[in-house]
C-alpha cells in the first residue's frame, strides 16, 4: 500500500515539475499600450554591410530583411471637409504601414567615451520619450551623451552653452547618418545628424518639410495631376501596398504643385504630410549614389558622403588608415522611435584590421561591392537605460561597465533582446520570481514530509 | 547449553552489536562534523582574508555595501557538486546492483549527501555576497541560478535527511526505484544549477543551449503563471496529506 503512496506522490511531484516547465515564463510578457509597451513579434534580425572609399568619398551599403516596404510615413486624409493626419509615429507596428522603414548609422573616432564598448546604450538616458511613465510633452527628448548633462541620468540638467561648445570642438559628439524610405530616400537623399546634448540635424536645409498650412488648416502642396495623374492618392490602396516604386508617391519640385482648396475633394483622398525637397548645408552632406529600392524581401541602400566634409563641428572625419566604431538601427515593419532593432558597437577599419574592412577603391571609380558582407545581429533593446546598467544596485554588471569591459564579452544580442523584453516588466516579473522559489520550495519541503512519512524500513514490515 | 543461557548470550551479543553500530555512527558524525568544519573555515578564512581589496567595491546610496569575488562561490562550489554527483552515482550502482562493492558504496551515500549540503550552505552563502541582492534579483539570469540553486540545496537537503534516516531501507524491494527516480530529478537540478552559474560568469555551456530545446531560454526568467503558483501550494498539501495518510496505513512493501 505504501508504495502506491510513494509511487503516487513521485508522480504527482514529477508531474507537476512537468507542468511548471511547460507553463513558466507565460501570464506577464504581453502587450500594454497604456504604458507604452508593445512587443514586437521577433526580437532580432540581421543586418548586411560593406564600405568602400576611394580617398574623396566614403560609402556604406546596407541590406536587411522587410516583408513589406513601408513607402509612406504620415499622410493627410481628406474627410467630410477636414484634412486628418495619419500614420507617422506609432506605437510598436503600424497596422496601416504608414510609418516609414528607416537605417541610420552611428559613427565616432573613439572621441566618445565608452562609445565603442557599449554602442548606443550610452545614449539612452531616464525618461527619454515613449518611455513608459515618460509624460508626453510637446517636446521630444532625444538620446544624448552622458557628457552633456551635469546629472548623466538626468534629462532636464544639460550643461551650459559654453561646456556643449568646448564638448563638442573636443569631439564628443556622435555623427549620425540616416536613410529613410519615405523621407529621402524618393529624392535620392539621405539626412546628416548627430547626437550630442540632443539627437538633432545637422546645420542647413533637411530632405523633408511639413506640408500643412497651419493658418488655413490644409495641406500646402497636392500632387501634379499633370504629373501623377491626378491630385490626389487613395487611402485604401496607400493602406493595401498597391501604390509602388513605379507610382508618383511623393510630393517634390517635380512631383507637386500648390494646394487647391477649391478642388473637388472626396473622402479617402491622400496627400503625404511631407514635402521633400534638395538638402543644403552640413547637413546634406549625406546622400544616395541612386535610389533604394525594395526587392526580393530586402531593402538594399547605399549611402555616400566626403571623407572630410570640412564640418568638424558636426562630421567626423574619415581618414585613409584610420579605426572607427559604428553602431545601427533599422526600423522595420511600419515601426519608429525606439521599436527599432539596433547593433552592438561594430569597429570598422579603412584598410585597417577590424570587424568590417573599408575598401579602398581607385579615386573617380564607382564601388564594385565585390567584397563580403558583414552580418551583424540586430535586436530589439526595450527600455534598458544608461542609467540602469551603470547602477551597481541595478545591474549585476555595473562593475564590469566600471572596469570598462565591451558589453559583447558579456551579453549576446539574443540575451539582451531578451533582457530588454524582461526589463519593461520588471518588478511584475521579480515579484512573480520570488512567488515562484516560495511556491516551488514548498512543493520540495511537502515531498520531503510526504517521503519520509511514507518509506519503511524492512523491520517495520509486518 | 541451555537454552536460557542461549537467549543471553544472544542478547549479550545483540547488545555488543548495537554498541559497536552506535560507537561507529558517533565517530561518522565526528568526522563529518570536523570535515564540514574544516570546509566552513577554509571558505569564511579565504572570503575574510581577500574581503578588502580582493572584492568589488560598491557605492550604494545609504549605506557602505561590499561584495566578494565570485572566485570564492566558484571555487566552493565544485565541493556540493563533486560530493552530490558522487552520491547519485552511489545511488545509481546500488539500484542496479546488490553486489558486495555496491552494498559498501551504499553505506557511503548519505555521509557524501549529506556532506555535500553543508558544502552547499556555504556555497549558497558565498554566492549571495557577490552581487547586492537587489542588483542580481534584476537579472534574469541571476534569478534564475538563485532559483536553481534553492532547489538543489533544499532538495538534496531532502535526499541527505531520507539517507541518514532510511539507509539502505532505501533500496528495500520497489523503494529502491523511488530512490533512484528522485536522486535523478536531485542530479538534473544540480547540472542545471551548474549551467546557469557558468552562463552567469560568462561561459555558456551546451546544457545551456539545450535547455532552450527543450523549452527554456535560460535568459528568460523561469517563473510560473499564477495559476500554477496555486496548484503548487495545493501540491505541497496534497503530499503532506498523503504522505500522513499513507504513514497512518497498514505497511507493506509488497
Known amino acids: 500500500m505504501q508504495m502506491k503512496y510513494l509511487a503516487g506522490s513521485v508522480a504527482i511531484f514529477v508531474g507537476l515539475l512537468v507542468l511548471g516547465w511547460t507553463t513558466q515564463g507565460t501570464g506577464i510578457v504581453k502587450d500594454d499600450p497604456e504604458r507604452n509597451i508593445v512587443i514586437p513579434d521577433e526580437l532580432t534580425s540581421e543586418l548586411q554591410v560593406k564600405a568602400t572609399y576611394d580617398g574623396e568619398k566614403i560609402w556604406f551599403r546596407y541590406r536587411w530583411p522587410v516583408d513589406r516596404p513601408s513607402l509612406f510615413n504620415d499622410v493627410l486624409v481628406y474627410r467630410d471637409g477636414e484634412w486628418e493626419k495619419r500614420g507617422g509615429e506609432a506605437l510598436g507596428p503600424n497596422p496601416d504601414f504608414l510609418t516609414e522603414d528607416r537605417v541610420a548609422m552611428m559613427i565616432d573616432d573613439g572621441s566618445v567615451p565608452l562609445f565603442g564598448r557599449y554602442g548606443g546604450y550610452i545614449t539612452i538616458g531616464d525618461g527619454l520619450t515613449t518611455f513608459t511613465g515618460t509624460p508626453e510633452t510637446d517636446e521630444e527628448r532625444t538620446k544624448y551623451l552622458p557628457s552633456t548633462r551635469e546629472n548623466p541620468n538626468d534629462f532636464d540638467t544639460v550643461k551650459p552653452e559654453s561646456d556643449l561648445e568646448t564638448l563638442r570642438a573636443a569631439g564628443q559628439f556622435i555623427d549620425l547618418w540616416q536613410w529613410r524610405s519615405s523621407r529621402s530616400n524618393p529624392i535620392g537623399l539621405g539626412d546628416d545628424g548627430f547626437v550630442a546634448e540632443e539627437r538633432g540635424g545637422d546645420a542647413g536645409t533637411g530632405p523633408y518639410t511639413t506640408n500643412w498650412d497651419k493658418a488655413t488648416s490644409q495641406p500646402k502642396y497636392m500632387f501634379n495631376p499633370d504629373v501623377a495623374g491626378s491630385t490626389a492618392l487613395q487611402i485604401d490602396a496607400v493602406i493595401a501596398g498597391d501604390v509602388g516604386f513605379n507610382d508618383t508617391y511623393y510630393l517634390s519640385a517635380e512631383t507637386a504643385v500648390p494646394f487647391d482648396p477649391n478642388y473637388a475633394w472626396k473622402n479617402g483622398d491622400t496627400i503625404p504630410r511631407r514635402y521633400l525637397r534638395q538638402t543644403d548645408g552640413s547637413r546634406g552632406d549625406v546622400v544616395q549614389p541612386k535610389k533604394a529600392r525594395w526587392r526580393n524581401g530586402f531593402w538594399d541602400v547605399t549611402l555616400v558622403r566626403d571623407m572630410d566634409t570640412g564640418n568638424t563641428l558636426d562630421d567626423k572625419i574619415f581618414k585613409d588608415g584610420g579605426n572607427y566604431d559604428l553602431a545601427f538601427a533599422v526600423f522595420r515593419n511600419a515601426s519608429t522611435m525606439r521599436w527599432h532593432y539596433v547593433t552592438l558597437p561594430v569597429s570598422l577599419g579603412l584598410e585597417q584590421p577590424a570587424q568590417m574592412v573599408a575598401e579602398r577603391i581607385e579615386p573617380g571609380t564607382e564601388p564594385g561591392w565585390t567584397q563580403p558582407w558583414t552580418e551583424i545581429k540586430t535586436f530589439y533593446p526595450g527600455q534598458v537605460t544608461w542609467g540602469r546598467l551603470t547602477d551597481a544596485r541595478q545591474h549585476p554588471g555595473a562593475d564590469r561597465i566600471a572596469a570598462r569591459v565591451p558589453v559583447a564579452v558579456r551579453h549576446s544580442e539574443e540575451q539582451l533582446a531578451l533582457y530588454g523584453v524582461q526589463m519593461e516588466f520588471a518588478d511584475e516579473i521579480r515579484r512573480q520570481w520570488i512567488w515562484t522559489l516560495i511556491a516551488s520550495l514548498g512543493l520540495i519541503v511537502g515531498l520531503g514530509i510526504n517521503i519520509n512519512l511514507l518509506m519503511r524500513r524492512r523491520e517495520e514490515v509486518k | ?254
Open chain 2, 1 to 254: 547449553m541451555s537454552a536460557r543461557i542461549k537467549t543471553q548470550n544472544l542478547q549479550m551479543n545483540a547488545d555488543e552489536d548495537d554498541q559497536m553500530k552506535h560507537s561507529r555512527f558517533i565517530q561518522q558524525g565526528r568526522r563529518i562534523g570536523l570535515a564540514a568544519a574544516a570546509l566552513t573555515l577554509v571558505a569564511t578564512g579565504a572570503a575574510l582574508a581577500h574581503s578588502e581589496g580582493g572584492g568589488v567595491a560598491l557605492a550604494v546610496e545609504g549605506e557602505p555595501a561590499w561584495s566578494l569575488s565570485p572566485v570564492y562561490h566558484i571555487l566552493v562550489a565544485h565541493f556540493p557538486v563533486g560530493l552530490w554527483v558522487t552520491a547519485y552515482l552511489f545511488i545509481l550502482i546500488r539500484t542496479f546492483s546488490d553486489s558486495t562493492i555496491a552494498v559498501q558504496l551504499q553505506k557511503a551515500i548519505w555521509p557524501v549527501a549529506a556532506l555535500g549540503t553543508l558544502a552547499g550552505f556555504v556555497t549558497y552563502g558565498l554566492g549571495l555576497t557577490i552581487y547586492p541582492w537587489s542588483a542580481i534579483t534584476e537579472s534574469p539570469l541571476g534569478r534564475n541560478h538563485i532559483l536553481l540553486a534553492t532547489w538543489t540545496l533544499s532538495y538534496w537537503t531532502v535526499m541527505s535527511v531520507l539517507g541518514y534516516r532510511f539507509r539502505r531501507h532505501l533500496f528495500d524491494g520497489a523503494q529502491r526505484w523511488i530512490t533512484f527516480t528522485l536522486a535523478t530529478v536531485g542530479a538534473l537540478v544540480i547540472t542545471i544549477t551548474g549551467t546557469l552559474g557558468g552562463s552567469l560568469t560568462g561561459t555558456p555551456s551546451l546544457v545551456t543551449k539545450s535547455l532552450s530545446w527543450i523549452g527554456w531560454n535560460v535568459y528568460n526568467t523561469f517563473y510560473l503563471p499564477t495559476w500554477m503558483l496555486v496548484v503548487y501550494f495545493a501540491g505541497a498539501v496534497l503530499l503532506v496529506a498523503i504522505g500522513i495518510k499513507g504513514y497512518r496505513a497498514k505497511p507493506s512493501l509488497k
